[in-house]
């Protein structure tokens, strides 16, 4: 259970154009959804909380305009990269938890690689 | 302030040895909890193990351990008898509060490589 299912798993666009990334929980109902950043060797860096039927909340420093989140339903949130340049080639990877309670992980989509031409 | 460390960028191991990768953290939450996940060169992050912070024993799953030390804030894993399988990136991540809604900080990783 808890599967979280992320699509595309790779995109290659040219610059200017816009790309969206869905993020499903497949098996479970998210309220919360978040969308991170990955940079070759570095670690995941949070770009924005994702919340059910209300509007995301950015990090400091994430172009709200630039990367366009929705999160329309329970199960499903899409990151959408606007006018995309080549500094936004990225590895771009959503999670969500299936429950509350101390113990209960972030369970992650399989990320997307984009590159920008 | 970096909220979570791990002080080894890589590892080496050799197949079927243990090996303990570092974690501290930094928190002034007295309710917290520890994770972590493995993310292979494919990319997906898969969840490892947990450790609460009221959680008096150290978690087990598997070959994976925790050796976690409240007083010294901090929550290393051990993997024991090491496979091939096992090289991959490794984070610590902390949650801190219990809150549905509350996202998780991710230390820098520590790669591990398992050598035949």
């Known amino acids: 259970g808890a599967v979280v299912s992320q699509h595309p798993s790779r995109v290659i666009c040219k610059s200017g154009t816009s790309v969206k990334i869905e993020c499903r929980s497949l098996?479970?109902?998210?309220?919360?959804m978040f969308w991170y950043r990955q940079f070759p060797k570095q670690s995941l860096m949070l770009m924005a909380t994702s919340n059910e039927g209300s509007k995301a909340t950015y990090e400091q420093g994430v172009e709200k305009d630039k990367f366009l989140i929705n999160h329309a339903s329970l199960t499903l949130s899409t990151l959408t990269v606007t006018s995309a340049h080549p500094e936004d080639s990225s590895f771009y990877i959503c999670s969500a938890r299936d429950k509350a309670g101390e113990n209960s992980p972030l369970h992650f989509g399989n990320g997307t690689r984009l590159t920008v031409t | 302030a970096q909220k979570i460390t791990q002080t080894q960028p890589g590892m080496f191991v050799q197949e079927k040895e243990a090996v303990t990768l570092d974690c501290t953290y930094d928190t002034s939450d007295q309710s917290y909890g520890l994770f972590w996940y493995k993310q292979p060169s494919s990319g997906e992050m898969i969840f490892l193990i947990y450790q609460g912070s009221y959680d008096e024993q150290n978690a087990t799953e598997g070959r994976y351990s925790l050796n976690f030390q409240k007083a010294r804030k901090s929550a290393n894993l051990v993997i024991s008898a090491s496979q091939l399988g096992d090289s991959a990136m490794y984070f610590c991540?902390?949650?801190?509060?219990?809150?549905?809604?509350?996202?998780?900080?991710f230390g820098p990783g520590t790669r591990l490589s398992v050598l035949p």
């Open positions: 098996d479970f109902q998210a309220t919360t």
């Open positions: 991540a902390m949650r801190e509060g219990i809150n549905y809604g509350q996202n998780f900080v």
